[in-house]
């Protein structure tokens, strides 16, 4: 079994604050992507990377891919209340199967 | 635009009850899943079906059972509901299948309760 270990497990910060979270495994992985899950709501894709080292950045947020392809952070600049939700990382294998790391909680204070 | 559609959305069981979660897609896509999301914890897969007519093992299978009917639905059947399935159970669907690199999409989720 493929884990991903996301951390940190719960965050809680002020308007206007910067933040990272990571996804970590030791296996490697063919993509990975981040989904943001808002309560009551399925997870919702923010993001695919393929490529190690790739970087993408989708307005406030920045999410890079670990050049060995096991570790991908997503950064939040300027965090703002909206961005309150759990963050999910899934990393896809060639055998076509996912795993979902356990998730961060962000709350954003306003 | 439809998506992913689950229902019910809420259902309370005793143990023992059996039980369908309905599921279907309206965006043609080849490749459903069955998850499930436990508090403080990510989405575990309990069933996936690559392709209309195939349905393969994930992490938690124990204690369930699929159809995967047509391309549009995807069901998951309790056969003797325990307080442990309490959960909430997500249905998703992807094309294509091999790589992973397209988006899931996810319905809003059933939220099961065993007493």
């Known amino acids: 079994t493929q884990l991903l270990e996301q951390s940190p497990q719960f965050l809680s910060i002020q308007e206007g604050e910067n933040l990272t979270v990571y996804c970590n495994s030791s296996?490697?992985?063919?993509?990975l992507q981040w989904y943001r899950q808002e309560p009551g709501e399925g997870p919702v894709l923010l993001v695919t990377v393929v490529t190690g080292g790739e970087v993408k950045k989708l307005k406030r947020l920045t999410f890079q891919f670990g050049d060995a392809r096991k570790d991908s952070s997503l950064h939040i600049t300027a965090a703002q209340p909206g961005d309150t939700g759990l963050y999910l990382c899934?990393?896809?294998?060639?055998?076509?199967?996912?795993?979902f790391g356990d998730g961060t909680t962000l709350t954003v204070k306003p | 635009n439809a998506g992913v559609t689950q229902t019910p959305k809420f259902q309370v069981l005793k143990t023992g009850q059996s039980m369908t979660l309905q599921c279907a897609q309206d965006m043609n896509h080849n490749s459903m899943y069955w998850y499930r999301q436990d508090p403080g914890m990510g989405l575990r897969l309990i069933y996936y079906s690559a392709s209309e007519g195939t349905t393969d093992k994930g992490e938690v299978p124990n204690g369930y059972n699929v159809s995967r009917l047509n391309k549009r639905e995807f069901s998951l059947r309790l056969e003797s509901a325990a307080p442990s399935q309490t959960s909430v159970y997500f249905c998703?669907?992807?094309?294509?299948?091999?790589?992973?690199?397209?988006?899931?999409?996810f319905g809003q989720g059933t939220r099961l309760t065993v007493v």
């Open positions: 899934a990393g896809g294998t060639n055998a076509g199967k996912s795993t």
């Open positions: 998703a669907s992807r094309l294509p299948h091999r790589g992973l690199n397209t988006e899931a999409f």
């Open positions: 296996s490697v992985f063919s993509s």
